[in-house]
């Protein structure tokens, strides 16, 4: 079989940058966006995929497990890969859409998008996990941790790109089944991390849908009884009000003197006319 470099490679042109089809990235350097299109291209050759056809789902999670182990040679943690897999085929997605736009319909809007793909295909390709605390649990699970070289590294691939990754070649030798056993065993952890803090989400929640049901009762209502354990009963204070009310009615006729106690202070308590008419007789 010949090599790719004598075979005819898959090219398209996008407005005045063309896009040729490629089987790996640059040693040393991160890929940019363009990088990952024309690697793209190379997986969904049909002579590269072989008779059965490749999906762009399948092409994109093989290059988004490429572009992981290409991240982690230069000691550097990337987002999970489906994730990864997303950003490729919603990039792919808009470069076809560019490339199969008719020229009838090739107006000023289309020039101006094609423009700024093309200018933003010389980027880095960003899948860099920025988020600290993951991070920090990617490096202890792993053990591999990043210094301040592999920092300024980082930050210059995504604006000038001038420097390069030394130890790039060396690191590249290891055994390809232990960066997948590495990669794999990431994965994992993150799915594991995932499921924590969903389980937590999930508890905060029942403690607070508890915490609003108890706001509406009553501290004698939310005590339990303790007729079990053979102390007074607790009851909420309508049922307090209600057996003093019952108890006061099942109990026998209340002296004359204590019958304004529970009498309204709109009625005039019994004896009261006779009093007035004794003070007017005096």
Not at 44 to 51: H, I, S, V
Request: charged share 35%; glycine share 4%; proline share 2%.
């Amino acid at each position: 079989m010949e090599s790719l470099d004598t075979e005819v490679r898959a090219r398209k042109t996008l407005r005045t940058v063309e896009y040729v089809e490629s089987s790996g990235f640059a040693q040393g350097i991160l890929p940019t966006r363009k990088d990952v299109i024309q690697n793209m291209l190379y997986l969904l050759q049909p002579k590269r995929a072989g008779q059965a056809q490749r999906s762009k789902e399948d092409a994109a999670q093989l290059l988004a497990e490429h572009l992981q182990e290409h991240w982690l040679v230069c000691n550097l943690h990337t987002i999970a890969s489906q994730s990864i897999k997303k950003l490729i085929l919603k990039m792919y997605e808009e470069f076809t859409r560019l490339y199969q736009t008719r020229k009838q319909r090739q107006n000023k809007g289309f020039t101006d998008r094609a423009d700024k793909f093309n200018e933003s295909s010389e980027k880095l390709f960003d899948i860099f996990c920025t988020d600290a605390q993951m991070r920090n649990k990617l490096e202890e699970y792993s053990g591999i941790k990043m210094t301040s070289i592999e920092w300024k590294f980082y930050e210059d691939q995504r604006s000038e790109r001038k420097m390069y990754y030394e130890d790039f070649t060396d690191k590249q030798e290891l055994k390809m089944m232990e960066r997948r056993q590495k990669i794999q065993c990431l994965e994992q952890f993150r799915k594991l991390a995932k499921e924590e803090k969903e389980g937590n989400k999930a508890k905060e929640m029942k403690f607070k849908s508890e915490e609003q049901s108890d706001e509406g009762t009553s501290v004698d209502e939310s005590c339990p009884a303790e007729e079990e354990n053979g102390g007074p009963p607790a009851f909420s204070l309508r049922d307090r009000r209600k057996r003093r009310c019952t108890a006061t009615a099942a109990s026998g006729a209340m002296p004359l003197e204590c019958q304004h106690i529970r009498m309204s202070i709109r009625r005039v308590r019994p004896g009261f006319y006779e009093t007035v008419e004794k003070v007017k007789n005096c």
